[in-house]
């Protein structure tokens, strides 16, 4: 008997799983921004943004995180 994935809810307020995150992925959208207009990921309290960025990190290689002009300044370890 195979045995399935669990579904982990990523973004509570929009009910947003991980498995749409990875389908939307794989439907081509790359980005953290691509995903919010998407699914709402991010777009209430904002929690998940995290989470939501290392599950597409996790499924593409994609950088985690990408700085901005708007970022707070990188400190290097
Ligand atoms: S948990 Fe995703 S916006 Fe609140």
Known sequence: MAMGRF???????NAVTD???IEAQQAGLSTMKEIT???GVGNCCGRCVETA???LAQNSGVQKYIPSFDSPALVPA
């Open 7 to 13: 579904v982990v809810y990523v973004c509570i307020c």
């Open 19 to 21: 498995s749409q995150i």
């Open 37 to 39: 207009e998407h699914l």
């Open 53 to 55: 960025e290392e599950v």
